[in-house]
């Protein structure tokens, strides 16, 4: 059977539902990737490259702007999720205190997700929160794909180096890691290629009984 790239073509994107608690998450009736990563990291500028919507996904410079679990269904297919970012020292303590609960209960607990996308910085060593997270989605054995965006901001000549750190201390092949850009669209293909092979996105989903 071909698998097909439906992400290829993106007929319909839309903003369904902001969630906090699991009562109020959509129905869990199709494939669902998360995609997760510090605060400014740019989370939703990367959703809305992949999506090419410019704004579908609210964007900021303002770190700490999204603060649910935001579920957008693409092509009538399959959901994408915006998880608020984590690691931002000057987002308030009340906010940071609610994150881990919401995301660590959406994570553990939604049966329909398929996998999480990771993104980190390409312009420094992912930091002790990215590896906390790397490395909890391994023991949780959710799958995961690591992402470096903000490409478009090295220079060429150190690409390199910061691939091979970011590889080592994630304990991730070279190969697998995505060098991503929104600004210039670096890195779209390949993302969509590893979400559809490694969250087996062609898949469909069981209904739940
Ligand atoms: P929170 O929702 O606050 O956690 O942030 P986020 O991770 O969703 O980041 P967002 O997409 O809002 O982007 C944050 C800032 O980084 C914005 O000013 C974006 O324009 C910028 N940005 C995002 N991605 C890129 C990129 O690939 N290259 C460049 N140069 N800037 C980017
Ligand atoms: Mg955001």
Same mark, same amino acid.
């Given at each position: ?5 439906? =992400? ?31 605060? *400014? ?17 609210? &964007?900021?410079? &303002?770190?700490?702007?999204?603060? &649910?679990?935001?579920?957008? =269904? ?43 996308? +990771? ?39 150190? *690409? ?28 779209? +293909? ?10 087996? =996105?062609?898949?469909? &989903?069981?209904?739940?009984?």
């Amino acid at each position: 059977m071909v698998a097909m790239n439906w =992400l290829a073509v993106i007929k319909s994107a839309e903003f369904v539902k902001a969630a906090v608690k699991r009562d109020q998450y959509p129905p869990a009736d199709l494939p669902e990737v998360a995609f997760a990563g510090r605060s *400014n990291v740019g989370k939703s500028s990367l959703i809305n490259c992949l999506l090419q919507r410019k704004k579908l996904v609210r &964007t900021s410079r &303002t770190p700490g702007r999204t603060q &649910t679990l935001n579920f957008f =269904l693409i092509n009538q297919a399959c959901y994408f999720v915006d998880l608020p970012g984590y690691g931002f020292a000057k987002v308030p303590e009340a906010v940071r205190a609610q994150w881990r609960p919401m995301v660590e209960t959406y994570l553990t607990e939604r049966k329909s997700l398929r996998g999480v996308v +990771q993104i980190m910085d390409a312009r420094r060593p992912p930091t002790v929160d990215d590896l906390q997270l790397w490395n909890w989605l391994r023991v949780q054995r959710i799958a995961a794909i690591a992402v470096l965006t903000k490409a478009d901001k090295m220079s060429r000549g150190k *690409n390199h180096p910061a691939l091979l750190a970011a590889s080592a201390s994630l304990a991730v092949p070279v190969e697998e890691l995505v060098l991503f850009s929104a600004v210039t669209g670096q890195g779209r +293909q390949q993302l969509i290629e590893a979400m559809l092979q490694r969250f087996q =996105l062609s898949v469909p &989903t069981t209904p739940l009984a």
